[in-house]
């Protein structure tokens, strides 16, 4: 069984390196800026028995991701992590500006050469979990829940797959294209067909679709219509085929081209972008479905989505059923800082920072990780 169903089912507080695989190198520092590395060794030579508070902030209203696996990196690498006293928020809260979602309490030595690390994992997985609950919630505004289906397997390196698909979870999104995406939290990876299957059968997307469905009949049959850049045509064209076994047509036109139903209807143009997958395509695409009976074909759309556009279109009402992501929401907007704020049990910090308290903040019981 899986960390995260142990996790939701209650019977687990935390994630831990059983999940998070850490690199081992990070003992030795290789990941650690120098210069905490030099501070690490200064402290136990000059000033061992110090106690010090690390809190860490940002400065967006955001979704927080990140405190299980760094809690585990804590407890797997910390020197002596059981003395360690750790307050924390949990992945999933909301956090405001400035609030303190994290604390760590102990002799600078143990876990300081840390910090870079702590700040990166915390700002990476807040940004993606941010920025898909952003997406999310978008997506809804129409009044109706509409998937969004986590795709950014082709613009970040392939190592950022489980972290990104766990915070992108984390954000709302329950679909992910890669298996690697969902291997932190207990799913498999779900699509259909690319651009390069219908090039195999010459354009033909009945063929190429037939082919699909043969191959893997027990997945919901979806094909994907802007190959031939005539959406209108290939979507009826499968429906007709295939009738209620369809379950959904998938648009990815390129921005920089118009679709043949607007060549073909050119006194519609004049009064908007008609370039890629717009709302004036989508409507004209659900009228042609309906009008020959196939309303129960769903339409998703791909393609440089992102918040705003999504909420443009929610808001126009355009018929879209799901929306498939990826760039957009591996944006690194939100930064976390580490201060040190206390120190041996009075305040010290460096001129604009102090103690944040929050009593948000639940403290964080040891247990041994998995190395």
């Known amino acids: 069984m899986k ?9 687990l507080d935390r994630l831990t390196n059983k999940t998070f695989k850490f690199d081992e190198r990070i003992k030795d520092g290789w990941f650690s800026a120098v210069y905490f590395l030099k501070t690490k060794k200064i402290a136990e030579e000059k000033v061992p028995n110090n106690y010090v508070t690390m809190q860490f902030f940002q400065k967006e209203d955001a979704v927080l991701c990140g405190t299980d696996e760094v809690i585990a990196l804590l407890h797997t690498f910390a020197d002596k992590p059981e003395t360690l006293e750790i307050k924390s928020l949990k992945d999933g809260d909301k956090i405001k500006p400035y609030e303190t979602v994290l604390t760590i309490s102990g002799a600078y030595q143990q876990f300081g050469y840390l910090e870079g690390i702590i700040d990166g994992i915390l700002a990476r997985r807040t940004s993606v979990a941010t920025n898909v609950y952003n997406v999310v919630k978008a997506a809804q505004i129409s009044g109706s829940h509409k998937p969004v289906i986590f795709m950014g397997d082709r613009d970040d390196h392939y190592t950022t797959q489980a972290g990104d698909g766990y915070a992108a979870y984390i954000g709302g999104s329950t679909a992910q294209a890669t298996n690697a995406m ?3 939290w207990g799913k498999e990876g779900m699509g259909t067909m690319p651009h390069a299957l219908i090039q195999m059968f010459r354009g033909d997307i009945v063929a190429a679709t037939k082919a699909y469905h043969e191959t893997f009949p027990n997945d919901e049959l979806a094909a994907l219509v802007d190959y031939n850049n005539d959406v209108v045509t290939d979507s009826l064209k499968v429906a007709r085929e295939f009738g209620n076994e369809l379950k959904s047509v998938r648009l990815d036109t390129s921005r920089t081209l118009v679709d043949k139903y607007f060549l073909r209807n050119y006194q519609l143009m004049g009064t908007f972008d008609p370039r890629g997958v717009n709302p004036e395509l989508l409507f004209a695409l659900r009228k042609a479905l309906d009008e020959e009976g196939y309303q129960h074909v769903k339409i998703m759309v791909t393609g440089g989505f992102t918040y705003d556009r999504i909420k443009e279109f929610e ?3 355009v018929p879209v059923d799901m929306y498939g992501v990826g760039r ?19 305040p010290e910090a460096k001129e604009g920072r102090r103690f944040r308290p929050n009593p948000r903040l639940e403290r964080v019981e040891y247990h041994e990780e998995t190395k």
Request: proline share 0%; aromatic share 8%; glycine share 14%.
């Open 3 to 11: 960390e995260i169903d142990l996790k939701l089912s209650g019977k």
């Open 182 to 184: 969902n291997e932190w």
């Open 315 to 317: 808001n126009q009402g």
């Open 328 to 346: 957009s929401l591996l944006n690194l907007d939100v930064g976390f800082t580490g201060d040190l704020v206390m120190f041996n049990g009075a």
